[in-house]
Structure formats: C-alpha cells, structure tokens
C-alpha cells in the first residue's frame, strides 16, 4: 500500500477518534445539563422565582443589602444557564404573589424578620427549624434546628439554613436560604450553586434536604470559608413533640 494510502487511513481513523471523543464530551456535558436542571427544577422556559428580604437597617422597604444583591445574582445566574425565565419579587409587595403559591421554582432568601415569606415557609413545610426574632436576641440572632441552637458570634461563626424542599409542584422545588445576616445568605447562595452535584448524589436528584453551614471568620474571609456544621433532615421536616409540664 502506497504511503499516500497509510496517509489517508491515518487521517480517517484520526477524523473519527477525534468525531466520538467530541460527541462523547457533548453527551456529558448534555447530561450534566440535564441533571443540573432537574436538581433545580428549571427547564427551558421554565418559570422561575427569586424572593428577596429587604435591608434590615434601612427605613425604606424597597432597599436590599448588596451582598443579598450579590446571592441573587449567583441564583440568577444558574436559572439562567438553564434557560429559565427569572423574576424577583418583594415580600409585602404583592397581595397575590403573598397570599399565593403556584407552580414556579422558588429561592426564597433571608431570615424571617428581612423576609416574611420565609417565615411562613418555615412554620409550612420546616417545623423542626426555626430563628429567634431580633427583638428577642438581638444580634445573637440565634438559629435552631432539632434540639441544637446555633447562636452568631458577629465576625467569627455565623450561620444560614439551607434547605430544599419538595412542595408537590410538578417537581418545582421550594430553596431556602435562611441566613442571619447577608454575608451568610450569599455563602449559601455560592455553595448551593457550587456543591450541587454532591448534594445531589447524596440526598438523590429530587431529594430533600435541610443543612446548616457555619460561615467561618466573615471578617477575615467574607463568604469564602464554609464547612458545613449538620445535616438536619431527619428532624427540620417533622414538627417537634411537645413537651411536657
């Protein structure tokens, strides 16, 4: 066989290793895409919902704090990437939308006295779970889950829930992200958004779940260092026994 012919065979075997390597990467990556948005219940013009909590030290009810801003965006980004179509509301600012609840995805953000609809979600559909009103404990803002309390140490150890939680809606799952401050409900937002896959392998696809992470040293490192300090699941979801007198 003539060299020109070896050639030819050679750029051929060449053309298809280098054809199935190419539609292998694009069947992985389609997949991924597809698991990613049925982690988040986004498909392509899907309809999705970003409720924001308002600035807690500001006298308008319209302000939000820029690093809630920053969460939103890391949420709007994913939503995005999956080709749904993203709206925020405003807690307070819509009768319908307050008193509603229809088929949408849903990232609900911000602790019960920023965010009202949070509080209602947890009282719902989290009764294991709660956090302690700032007229109560002022700056502690004390979060708990079970029978364990978690109380913020400003600057050092602050904390945020995040759940997923299946609300029966044509699988469009209910994300909360329920921080005592905003430092905090952004570190969720970028864990949510980076650690899916693990999350989803460990709690299933459409599985809930309900994880309380520890934002570590926020003074020194912001949002960056987060370890998560428990997985509440088995008890957020189940109202706690009464107790006795």
């Not at 970003?50 to 807690?56: D, G, M, S």
Request: aromatic share 8%; proline share 4%; hydrophobic share 40%.
């Amino acid at each position: 066989m003539s060299s020109v012919g070896d050639l030819a065979i050679n750029l051929l075997a060449s053309v298809i290793a280098g054809t199935a390597v190419w539609l292998f990467q694009r069947t992985r990556l389609r997949r991924r895409d597809e698991r990613r948005r049925r982690f988040f219940g986004l498909s392509d013009r899907a309809e999705c919902v970003i409720v924001t909590p308002r600035h807690a030290s500001s006298p308008s009810p319209h302000s939000v704090n820029q690093l809630d801003v920053a969460a939103i965006v890391e949420l709007a980004t994913v939503a995005r990437e999956c080709g749904a179509d993203v709206s925020l509301k405003v807690q307070g600012h819509s009768v319908l939308f307050d008193s509603g609840f229809d088929s949408a995805t849903e990232f609900c953000v911000g602790g019960p006295d920023a965010n009202t609809r949070m509080g209602a979600h947890l009282a719902t559909f989290l009764p294991g779970v709660s956090m302690a009103p700032y007229d109560e404990v002022g700056d502690v803002l004390t979060l708990r889950a079970g029978d364990e309390e978690f109380h913020r140490r400003p600057g050092e150890a602050e904390f945020v829930l995040l759940a997923k939680i299946d609300t029966g809606r044509r699988g469009r799952p209910l994300f909360l992200l329920c921080g005592q401050t905003a430092i905090t409900n952004r570190a969720a937002a970028r864990y949510l958004t980076a650690n899916y896959r693990a999350l989803a392998a460990r709690h299933g696809i459409d599985g809930r779940f309900c994880l309380m992470l520890e934002v570590v040293r926020p003074s020194a490192y912001g949002d960056r260092v987060v370890r998560e300090r428990g997985d509440f699941t088995s008890v957020a979801f189940t109202a706690p026994s009464p107790t006795r007198s």
